[in-house]
């Protein structure tokens, strides 16, 4: 008997050891917690400075996509072209899974963060900003969960649900005989572990998305007391097992002694697999409920991250919709718009009434400058925001056909990805505007085709209604075939002595200087090489 008490006395003492390491260990945390959230805005920093190797960032756009139009959605070829992965990053500030996927759903079109007043908050009220954050930092992105209307009710066996029972019967024992209860208990012990251990590979995702859920609904709650957070229709008493059950669903990350020992007594006595089957009823019944709660961290979460990424921006404004009745004087009218991803960009100026043909040299800033005006059009229509001092713009949809490449594994040319990516603009059915991009066009054929082509199609784009075009071309030739349905603009530069100067600025009219055969000679090529190139081109 003294045997077991000595036990006894040293299993509870290793319990209460650990509850006091674990409760140290929360303060700690929480504190080092606070003190980084703080600094975060004022340093116009991420929580977390890396990408996740379980990040889903698609998640919840390739899951709900096929409820959407798909002409409403930004397509894949266009996302690819303005680069919208790095986009979508410089302004991921987002704390949660959640966020980060409903931030890139709202890039592609699926959702606005269109909140202003909850924007305002965040700019200025760092008390209203920090607690937000905190909550927001307590769900996290250790886990990226499936969307609770994804999952399908996990059956529960109700043989192993009284198996958490075994090692307290055992234990029990143990008072009776002493020997043998120890035995008994050893292997009640490593019968639930084998069977723990075995169940959870079966479920081991949906307990994930079970206890992000049960954390999202704890801290919904929370953010709901919080003054100036958006009200939520959510009775949380609906709930409640879920929210005082979670924390014993944590996923032990720690190394220490204490998260370890943790991990053993919820192994032992089978928790997950109790708990998760207790608290996923509620859920289901529930579910419309469950999922306002994802949806409220989101968009709170999206919010936070739009108003951080808009104070890192050189410069920026809140766009303004262009009425239909003012549509026959403009589409597009803006003021120092910049390119997104570029740092002191140069900034232009242009009111956009009809199709615009843009011609200029080499690296003069026509496909910098088209992708801007592209972004920013998608900027203003799902985080109202543009880089610009003003912007006024008429909703519509955009599509474009920039960098088109070969596909070695499909077989298809440069010439044929590109015939392929302006082909699909003709297949849009839509009402609203639609904004169309096209840098080089047809550049992957000779010269005598890829202008006949060229007119063809852009003429063919021209007489399709609320269709708007903004194309690119080295082919100063299309200027008058393709005049008075596209006016001309222009980027150029000057050649001094040994050195070539961009200003980067757009112009009226049509190119009037090529800078292909001097940059051979600024670029060091043999000088044989560049006068027969210059000699060639005097003689045509």
């Given at each position: 008997?003294d ?95 959640i ?9 592609r ?8 007043e ?10 209203f ?56 208990l ?22 994930k998305?079970?206890f ?15 003054e100036?957070t ?45 708990i ?18 994802y ?17 890192t921006?050189d ?6 919709i ?9 589409l597009?009218?803006?003021?120092d ?6 740092t ?33 059009l ?7 925001t ?18 088109n490449a070969d ?20 297949n ?17 054929t ?7 082509a060229?007119?063809?199609?852009l ?15 080295h082919?100063?030739e299309l ?7 596209f ?15 961009f200003d ?13 055969i001097?940059l ?8 044989d ?10 003689n045509?």
């Amino acid at each position: 008997m003294d045997d077991v008490r000595l036990f006894l006395l040293f299993v509870l003492g290793v319990v209460l050891l650990t509850t006091i390491e674990s409760i140290i260990s929360a303060i700690f945390n929480k504190k080092q917690l606070v003190t980084k959230i703080n600094q975060l805005w004022p340093n116009r920093q991420k929580l977390e400075k890396f990408i996740r190797p379980n990040a889903r960032y698609d998640y919840q756009y390739q899951t709900y996509r096929s409820n959407y139009d798909e002409n409403s959605l930004i397509d894949n070829k266009t996302w690819s072209d303005l680069n919208m992965d790095a986009l979508f990053q410089s302004m991921n500030f987002n704390f949660t899974a959640i966020g980060e996927m409903r931030l890139y759903a709202t890039l592609r079109g699926m959702f606005k963060a269109n909140n202003k007043e909850l924007k305002r908050y965040f700019k200025h009220n760092r008390s209203f900003r920090n607690q937000v954050a905190f909550h927001l930092a307590q769900i996290g992105k250790s886990v990226y969960p499936h969307f609770p209307d994804q999952l399908k009710p996990i059956k529960g066996n109700i043989l192993f649900m009284f198996a958490p029972l075994l090692p307290i019967i055992a234990l029990v024992y143990t008072f009776i005989n002493t020997s043998n209860g120890i035995m008994v208990l050893v292997l009640a012990c490593v019968f639930n572990i084998i069977l723990s251990v075995s169940l959870k590979k079966t479920y081991e995702q949906d307990l994930k998305t079970i206890f992000y859920t049960a954390n999202i609904l704890s801290q919904s709650k929370k953010l709901t007391e919080i003054e100036g957070t958006p009200d939520l229709n959510v009775n949380f008493n609906h709930f409640k097992s879920a929210r005082y059950l979670s924390g014993l669903l944590v996923k032990i990350e720690g190394g220490d002694f204490a998260s370890a020992f943790i991990l053993l007594i919820k192994t032992v006595f089978m928790l997950d697999y109790t708990i998760f089957h207790i608290i996923q009823n509620s859920y289901y019944k529930y579910l419309e409920e469950v999922l306002n709660c994802y949806d409220y961290i989101g968009q709170l979460d999206n919010h936070y991250a739009i108003s951080l990424y808009q104070e890192t921006l050189d410069e920026h404004c809140e766009p303004e919709i262009i009425q239909s009745q003012d549509t026959q004087h403009y589409l597009c009218d803006f003021e120092d718009l910049t390119h997104p991803l570029i740092t002191d960009a140069v900034p232009n100026d242009l009111s956009i009434n009809q199709n615009i043909l843009l011609t200029g040299s080499n690296a003069s800033g026509k496909s910098t400058f088209m992708k801007a005006v592209a972004l920013n059009l998608i900027l203003a229509q799902s985080i109202e925001t543009a880089t610009a001092s003003q912007f006024k713009y008429v909703p519509g949809l955009v599509f474009t056909s920039m960098a088109n490449a070969d596909d070695v594994l499909s077989g298809d040319s440069y010439f044929m990805a590109e015939l392929k990516s302006i082909r699909r603009l003709f297949n849009i059915s839509t009402d609203k505007q639609i904004y169309c991009f096209i840098d080089e066009i047809f550049k992957g054929t000779n010269t005598t085709e890829r202008i006949a082509a060229s007119e063809s199609v852009l003429t063919y784009l021209n007489n399709i209604p609320n269709y708007y075009v903004l194309a690119a071309t080295h082919d100063i030739e299309l200027s008058s075939l393709l005049s008075p349905s596209f006016i001309n603009y222009h980027f150029n530069e000057s050649i001094k002595n040994d050195s070539i100067d961009f200003d980067f600025k757009i112009k009226p009219g049509k190119a009037n200087t090529r800078n292909a055969i001097e940059l051979l000679r600024l670029t060091q090529f043999p000088n044989d090489i560049y006068k027969r190139a210059k000699q060639q081109v005097e003689n045509q």
